[in-house]
């Protein structure tokens, strides 16, 4: 009975995610559906940018978990609960993909489009940047990465409960971190070079890899920030969740913003410097039209900005105002993915692009945020059974 | 007791045998109104920094400063040689290439950070300090071995040579000792 019961549970919830993934999915293709070449190559885009923006929340999240489980410490057993359901939010982008590669390729991707015959250059390429490779890359990518979540999530469970294996769990849980931190670390370079740089084929920055993660990481942190200080804000749930926890958080948080600004500007400076013809056109193409204020706001909002409110101590133990900074950040990722894709196919800054973008990000967020949650409620929001979380939570009272 | 004697006193000084007496020792104290105290141990000890109320020091807000200053100095030292001290055309790029600046002026400010850090500390712990009373105590130098130590300081308000050993005495110490001056 008890069973059936979760069998039935279970399907629920599949169903509803299937619900949920395929209503998104509809509502771009109807909105893809006809139109212009150009339009419909704008449309996908906007798909595009809000695609990998909520990815970098869930695979972030993916590798915050492993990171936890191999460094320890009282922050990793804070977040582990969000790390968990973000990364289990995964199968919903494999899913967005499987859209994406029926449909959206040729709109996206110059090397999939007939013209791509004739450039020599994307011939040369082409053994790397076709369809079907593209695609097999995929399923590998996602394969790797839900594997991983799922594992982890399944062994985290058993730390605690009834059948609880224990700290023996834990062990297992970082064996397969190390080897999941090198696996991350190779699927996630080669899929921002699939999904992001291969944009612009004719370009390539070997740096491009380390920037989608340092952002990635970023990103996930900034919304683990933002649950976790909701959390704070509940009655039961503050009086384990201590000022020195939002503190660490808010340092890893300056870390990251520091991380992804040395990237940035060392990916800019090379290329200047180099002054390259095959490497500039990539900055140049994002210094005019309208994008060069794009850029300058990203130096002083998603760098230099956060980087000084988050040198103050007091404002990193106050969680409301380090989730006001974190909600902040994920509006400056926004740009940034903004800033990476956009100007690869719109040459000028349009009020048109911009707002269909946001509102691709808003329809994807309410569904994945909606999915979250319902993942997220279903197991309690701190890992009280941990055996190690009576000490995180002491650390967290200084 | 005469002035005097208090005026030639730093204070006394209680020693114990294991970080945990020390810790009660100096909760007890705090909570007895003593303020100006330290303790001496030879490593870190978290609960005793917390006991003896110590506040926040002026070091971040140092660093900052040296920070800032290195960022100024690194990026004007960088613009001097390059547009005024001796002009040279590279790469056919303007004289005043600030994106070629900022490794040096990034490094300058964790240079001049790191280095206030060091030096505003040292200033901050009152050194170069060749004479300090504490050493006057026998012993001492177990501080740095095996030893922990509370030193309540004479300048405190609440300081009165027979009380203030009396309660030292309380707390179980292995030995207490007047520190000279």
Redesign the interface.
């Given at each position: 009975m008890k069973l059936a019961m979760k069998l039935h549970d279970q399907a629920k919830t599949l169903g509803l995610l299937l619900f949920l993934v395929i209503l998104n999915s509809l509502s771009f293709g109807a909105t893809m559906h006809g139109g212009e070449p150009s339009a419909k190559s704008d449309l996908w885009v906007s798909f595009l940018i809000a695609y990998v923006f909520w990815f970098h929340i869930a695979a972030g999240g993916l590798a915050f978990l492993m990171i936890q489980y191999l460094t320890g410490g009282a922050w990793g057993v804070m977040g582990r609960r969000v790390f968990e359901a973000t990364s289990s939010t995964l199968p919903v982008f494999a899913i967005l993909l499987v859209a994406m590669v029926t449909f959206g390729v040729p709109n996206l991707y110059e090397w999939a489009r007939p013209e791509a015959a004739h450039d020599v250059i994307l011939q040369k390429k082409s053994a790397y940047l076709n369809v079907p490779a593209f695609t097999i890359r995929g399923v590998i990518y996602f394969v790797v990465w839900i594997a991983l979540s799922f594992l982890l999530v399944k062994l985290g469970a058993s730390t605690s409960g009834a059948e609880s294996e224990g700290p023996h769990s834990r062990k297992k849980c970082a064996v397969l971190s190390g080897p999941g931190m090198v696996l991350y670390g190779l699927t996630m370079t080669f899929a921002s070079i699939d999904w992001v740089m291969s944009l612009e084929p004719h370009w390539y920055s070997s740096l491009y890899g380390a920037l989608f993660v340092a952002g990635q990481l970023l990103s996930a942190l900034a919304f683990t920030i933002v649950v976790l200080a909701v959390l704070s804000r509940k009655q039961d749930i503050a009086k384990f969740l201590g000022k020195r926890h939002f503190h660490d958080y808010g340092k890893l948080l300056l870390a990251f913003v520091m991380l992804w600004a040395y990237l940035s500007?060392s990916q800019?400076?090379i290329i200047?410097?180099g002054?390259l013809a095959e490497e500039v056109p990539y900055y140049l193409k994002r210094l005019q039209g309208g994008w060069e204020k794009l850029a300058i706001t990203l130096i002083i909002a998603h760098f230099a900005l956060p980087f000084l409110i988050l040198?103050s101590?007091d404002l990193k133990r106050q969680p409301f105002l380090l989730l006001l900074v974190a909600v902040f950040i994920l509006f400056m990722r926004f740009c940034e993915v903004l800033f990476l894709v956009r100007p690869a196919v719109t040459t000028s800054l349009s009020l048109s692009a911009l707002l269909s973008d946001l509102f691709a990000v808003a329809i994807m967020g309410v569904c994945w945020i909606f999915i979250f949650l319902f993942i997220f409620q279903k197991r309690s929001p701190l890992p009280f059974e941990d055996p190690t979380f009576a000490e995180a939570v002491a650390h967290g009272r200084? | 007791m005469t002035n005097t004697e208090i005026k030639s006193l730093f204070g006394i000084m209680a020693e114990f045998k294991d970080a945990a007496s020390l810790a009660e020792a100096t909760k007890r104290a705090y909570a007895m109104g003593y303020r100006q105290m330290d303790a001496y141990t030879p490593y870190p000890v978290e609960d005793v920094i917390h006991a003896l109320g110590l506040r926040r020091n002026e070091i971040p807000f140092i660093v900052f400063l040296g920070g800032c200053l290195g960022a100024i100095v690194g990026f004007s030292m960088c613009y001097y040689f390059q547009v005024i001290d001796y002009p040279l055309v590279a790469g056919g790029k303007p004289l005043n290439s600030w994106p070629m600046y900022i490794p040096i002026t990034f490094e300058l400010t964790v240079l001049f950070a790191a280095l206030s850090a060091v030096f505003g500390m040292l200033a901050l712990n009152g050194f170069p300090s060749p004479y300090h009373p504490v050493f006057n105590c026998p012993h001492f130098e177990r501080a740095s071995q095996d030893r922990f130590f509370l030193c309540i300081e004479a300048t405190d308000p609440l300081f009165d040579l027979e009380k203030t050993k009396q309660f030292l005495l309380s707390l179980k110490p292995v030995e207490v000792c007047e520190v000279a001056r």
């Open positions: 500007f800019y400076l200047w410097s002054n040198l101590r200084h | -």
